[in-house]
């Protein structure tokens, strides 16, 4: 019902600018921090935000709400801790 609601990748900030930015981080953190702390070494292919932005801009382009994570941990993440939207009354 609300497919067309929903926003693509470019319209949430992931354009070629956040592609250089992300390959030039990723190039720094090479590693997974979640395997890491773990005792793992694993690469680390995706830029995560700690602390989901969505749609804050600022909030998306904070490198200290960045981190390194491998596939399967972002993946991880994103079902447990990002799924749903928290609401601060």
Same mark, same amino acid.
Not at 48 to 56: A, K, L, N, Q
Not at 66 to 71: A, D, E, S, V
């Given at each position: 019902?609300?497919?067309?609601?929903?926003?693509?990748?470019?319209?949430?900030?992931?354009? !070629?600018?956040?592609?250089?930015?992300?390959?030039r981080f990723l190039k720094?953190?090479?590693?997974?921090?979640?395997?890491?702390?773990?005792?793992?070494?694993?690469?680390?292919?995706?830029?995560?935000?700690?602390?989901?932005?969505?749609?804050?801009?600022?909030?998306?382009?904070?490198? !200290?709400?960045?981190?390194?994570?491998?596939? !399967?941990?972002?993946?991880?993440?994103?079902?447990?801790?990002?799924?749903?939207?928290e609401f601060k009354y």
């Amino acid at each position: 019902m609300h497919r067309q609601d929903a926003k693509g990748t470019k319209e949430k900030g992931y354009n !070629s600018r956040w592609r250089a930015v992300r390959a030039r981080f990723l190039k720094a953190h090479p590693l997974c921090a979640k395997c890491l702390e773990n005792g793992r070494l694993e690469k680390a292919t995706v830029v995560d935000h700690i602390v989901p932005h969505r749609g804050d801009r600022k909030l998306f382009w904070d490198e !200290s709400n960045w981190q390194p994570l491998c596939k !399967s941990c972002h993946d991880t993440k994103t079902m447990t801790e990002d799924r749903y939207q928290e609401f601060k009354y």
